[in-house]
Nanobody, 118 residues
């Protein structure tokens, strides 16, 4: 199983970005997918994760970020609006997936950098 993330970049405060993450390989069943982020000097934190039936957002992004999932293609999108400098971080795609290992495992994509200038 691989998670391929894309869509980071540099944007001014108040702007928007969309991150994408595609799961590939032997994804027998995807239990959850979403995004975490890690700012310099801080711990990695959940941004938004969906199980398909429910989506959990960290408080600081509620009303600004929207996570969506295309189950047919195993892609999740994080639409980020009204970006703030404090959203600057390395964003990691996450998936809890049952694959060819016959176990449910947590997978991580490579980080994609989001930089919000003031």
């Amino acid at each position: 199983v691989q998670l391929q993330a894309s869509g980071g970049g540099l944007v001014q405060a108040g702007g928007s970005l969309r991150l994408s993450c595609a799961a590939s390989g032997s994804t027998v069943r995807i239990y959850a997918m979403g995004w975490y982020r890690q700012a310099p000097g801080k711990q990695r934190e959940l941004v938004a994760v969906t199980t398909g039936s429910s989506t959990n957002y960290t408080d600081s992004v509620k009303g600004r970020f929207t996570l969506s999932r295309d189950s047919a293609t195993n892609i999740v999108y994080l639409q980020m609006n009204s970006l703030k400098p404090e959203d600057t971080a390395l964003y990691y795609c996450y998936g809890r997936i049952f694959g060819s290992t016959l176990m449910v495992k947590d997978y991580w994509g490579q980080g994609t950098l989001v930089t919000v200038s003031s």
